[in-house]
């Protein structure tokens, strides 16, 4: 339908096509906001309530706040009025039109307009509103389509103008209601010009890793949405926009990796407490589900070249929970963005269920001394120099990060103040979770900086001679300075000058510690450590002596990890605290050997297992502790051949040998105990249990009177068992998932001491010796190696025992990746039940980073990159029993909360058991919470109770 006007024809069904976005639309709470708009009342959120009368002042200001007015003048309010009118209500038609009449009225010749009805932004918005009332102006008020023309008109030839229109966000606002008044007025003109300048400003927003300009983690939100908005719009008006809109697609998961534990954006710039629950995407999903919904991002470290990195101790994958997670922040670039804050090299800590070290926040929008000192580089997370203007324009630079298995390792140059260098090294303890923070001033005059750090709201701190002792509800955090001691401050809600404040709304702020350390002089450094607690553990930072000068070297315990860090020059390591410090400083040279990118390493892979697995049978025809420390020592310079990354394989092997750990110096880092009791040699492993050693699973196993450690040599690995011959005439094998390196040594028996006490019988606990492969490798789902179908052997093993305990009914246990393994098994242990917890059944179809490590670690980087060369049958469940010719019988435990493992792991063993046989499958439903969590105790013997009297 068209409508004359005379400026020209409207085109009522183009507005109504180009009414698009969540401005327009509605809302269950349309019906109240109504009402309160007729009864004279709005509310413009973050404000209270206003009155309007009948009659509009446009030059309403009840709050003296200016965003208060943009919103005013935007009009955005009254659509609630058009919705329901939509919906028939009369009287909410009549005050819509009203209002826009009056706003025309007052406002529609910009020169005599009020203050704020023509600022950027706001004239965009109301464009769009204005437009959107045509459809119910044709339709009741066809009288007005004069006014509505000539309103649209004027709106499309101001926004014509260059010299009208504003930047960033603004001027998209601006240039979106440009397209929609030139789609209203059928004016091809004025849509290709929106068109084309929103291409130009998209190139000038965006980057190619989908990082928005404007330099604020909540309009990096916004940013996606409004320009979604536009690519719907501009589709509408007929073009064809969608590559230059391409740059978008890494938005969404930027959003993710800046997305903390709790579900909220880190608070970089202007940036309030925000959830990134608007937009819909596989990696957002995940995080605001907590884990339960959704896909992980492929890596737990990211880095954008805008000036953002994010890192976390993972995603809520491994029976961790996703509020549990340590994450942490570090903003560089430009201090002259949009919407940022001069906070070039700052930081933020998330760990422990809570904000630690936080960036000051988003206070408002107005030119106050609150706002500024929210703002400026004085309240961030930096060094600043007392009394100093530093110069605005100049950036904090990025100029090294490394990343290892170990720690994340990152280099910032500042050079904003006069004669002067700040460079920030920051380190994060991958194992540990702890940051290291290494600020060094060189300046030509003599200055006076401070280290600071900003805490959260509820944070108490406490204070000795060279720490700041850190509460929050029961969990705990300690920044320690080390070197030549500096003056410790604190300082909360002081207001002259504001000091000590975090904002937690608009125009509402709360006290806060503020930690400075001072130090005067021309050259030199503040060392630091931040670090948390695990577990509402207290933990400690004490200094290494005897290291070279340069070198920085820390005993850290968090409760979950003791570790020995070393920072040099060039390299950071991380090691057992019981290294000595000669062993220490090899490892720096190993580490600084092992970053040249021109070192050659001859021994791949493959040979090195090959080496180790005959090392290994060489010992057991020679096995007197001379040849075996012979054969230890050409293992030993054999591994120094491979790439650091690679000598693990050896690592484990030397330990079994030498039944020590400590061959940190050639093989790596950290190293379970030996686990081989050679013939005639009486070996007791670390928890205390007698350990007996089998080559092969041939040899017949003599049933233990107690406790023991059974270990295996398969060749390519050695394979660890738990066997507790408890009475009974049931036999439950149970496997692990995934494990906290950091905090668990191998060789890991999960929650055997725990299933003894339900007496159904003898326990055997599996350790996955995969996990020997890489130091890192937290999932290897019992894979073996490219020659070792690990499974097989494990059940082999199982009907050997099955047989010398006399048991009649064997049940495999397992949950997540344990799950796995514990299906798998059992389809080649006639008659045995497979209890698995929320498992894999589909390894390429869960995580992508944990999948590749596993995969790396057990078959190669070359079946990393070509799964071509991974058999289907050794990660896929079906695939197995589809090629052994019989189904496992399951009994499947799912969490309601876990929809990732219920909808892609689940229901696909679900529906192919059920297929072959109905006896095959059964089920159990937990609610353990959102994500990926494991049971209780409690939960798990009532589950297991189940089970073994269905046995009966």
Known sequence: MHEQSFMGQLNVERARDVTT??????SRRDPASVQSVLSGKIVLNPHPEASVDEKVDWESDPFGDRNWRAQFHMLRWIDPLRREAENGDRAAADRWLDIVTQW?????DPMAAAESAWMDMIDGMRAREIVAGIPLVSREYPDALDMMATAVRIHAEWFSDED???HSNHRLHQLMGLAACGAALDDTHYVELAANRASALLSQEYDSEGINAEGAVGYHLNNYRWWNEARTLFIATGH??????DVLAGAPTALAHATQPDGTLVP??????VRPTSVRHPHLDYVNSAGARGEAPDSNVAVYTAGYAYGRSGWGEHERSFDQETFFSLSFGSNSRVHGHKDGGSLTLFADGGPWIVDPGKYSYDFSADRTHFVERESHNVVIFAGEDRHRKTSVDLIQHKASAAVEDFKFRDEGYPDSTIERRVVYSNSGEYLV?????DSRREVDARQQWQTAPGVTVEMDKNSFHLERDGAHALVSTFGIPPELEIHEGEEDPLVGWVATGWREREPAPLLSARRQGTRFRFVTAIVPGFRSNKPTVTNVQGLPKGFIGLDVDTGRATERILISANSVSVCPPTISPEALLRLVENDAASDDTETEYDMGREELVRASRDTRANAWRKPSIESRSLLAERLIEEAARAHPSERAIARSTVTDLLGTTDTSSVVGTRSRAGLLAWPGIDLNSTSGDRVRSLLGTDEIVDVPREQ???????????????????PGDTLTVLFHGAIDRARIELPYFQRIRYQRTLGAGPTIAVSDPTLDLSESLRLGWYLGTTELDLIRKIADVISTYREALGVRNVVLQGGSGGGFAAIAASIYVPGSIAVAFDPQTDLPAYSARFYQAAIDAAFGSAAARDQSLVPRERVDLIARMTAHGHPAKVHLVSNIGDEIHRERHARRLREFLLEQNGECFAETALDLGPGHSSPSNEQYRIVMESVYSELE
């Open 21 to 26: 976005g969540t401005m327009f639309l509605a």
């Open 104 to 108: 025309c009225e007052g406002n529609l």
């Open 164 to 166: 009208n229109l504003g």
């Open 240 to 245: 064809d926009v969608q590559g230059d809109f």
């Open 268 to 273: 970089i710039g202007n940036t309030g407490t």
């Open 437 to 441: 923070v290494v600020d060094t001033i």
């Open 708 to 726: 023991e450690l059974h270990t295996y040599d398969l060749g390519d690995l050695v394979l660890p068992l738990l066997v507790a011959p408890d």
